[in-house]
């Protein structure tokens, strides 16, 4: 004789539990599909979060490196503001020009003073006096002095006191052509100086006219070596030449 399956049950109870078992297992089918809902459900809040998460961050990159990028334009535009000899428009204003006004009283009291190697008046911040020294002694004379006359015909000689002069009635003087290669070359180096002395170029020279003049002269020269050219004595040395 089979035993039943369910042991210890009266035949009522067998009665009563075969009655609540499909009612009992159609309750668990109906929960099934419910807890897929929700698995679900779950599974598109965290693709939702992890989405926002990642676009949060990639914002917050994309943040960072335009603050940096602003940065680097805030610390180039800084540096472009540094007093730079090379660029006068960076120095402060009384300092980017070489100007001694139009007599010599004005120019005395500008500390200004006659430089020989620029043949104008300059003042301090545009001098290298240095180079001017080395200038005055690099010419044909005895202990290398260069000659300077008030002709054409080089008969009627000028000192350094009377060059000076000349700058307030807006004369000139005549020197050999060897004093304006050498002035060419002093100037060379006056604006490579520039970056160890801080001087200032004066803008008479600081243009492409006068290294053509300055190329004339080396690479053509005359027949007669030892001619005398005129050369302008200003005070204001802003002004172009």
């Known amino acids: 004789m089979a035993s039943s399956s369910r042991p210890f049950l009266s035949s009522s109870e067998k009665s009563d539990s075969d009655l609540d078992l499909p009612s009992i297992e159609f309750r668990s089918d109906k929960e099934g599909p419910n807890k897929r809902h929700w698995r679900r459900f779950y599974a598109v809040v965290r693709i939702i979060v992890v989405i926002l998460a990642s676009w949060g961050f990639v914002s917050i990159c994309i943040e960072a490196s335009r603050q940096f990028e602003s940065d680097s334009w805030l610390t180039c535009d800084t540096k472009s503001k540094v007093p730079d000899p090379y660029h006068p428009e960076t120095l402060e204003p009384g300092r980017n020009t070489c100007d001694c006004g139009t007599t010599t009283q004005q120019a005395l009291s500008r500390d200004c003073v006659y430089d020989s190697l620029a043949a104008a008046w300059l003042p301090p911040y545009c001098r290298d006096e240095e180079l ?32 000076a002069a000349l700058g307030e009635v807006g004369g000139s003087f005549w020197a050999l052509r060897d004093w304006h290669i050498a002035h060419c070359l002093f100037y060379w180096q006056k604006y490579t100086r520039m970056r160890e002395t801080g001087i200032i170029m004066e803008q008479r020279f600081d243009h492409i006219e006068h290294v053509r003049h300055c190329q004339h002269l080396a690479l053509k020269p005359k027949p007669d070596h030892f001619f005398l050219i005129n050369v302008n004595v200003v005070m204001n040395s802003t002004l172009l030449q």
């Open 132 to 163: 001017t020294a080395k200038f005055e002694v690099s010419g044909p004379g005895p202990e290398g002095q260069w000659f300077y006359y008030a002709d054409e015909a080089g008969t009627i000689p000028l000192n350094k006191a009377q060059l």
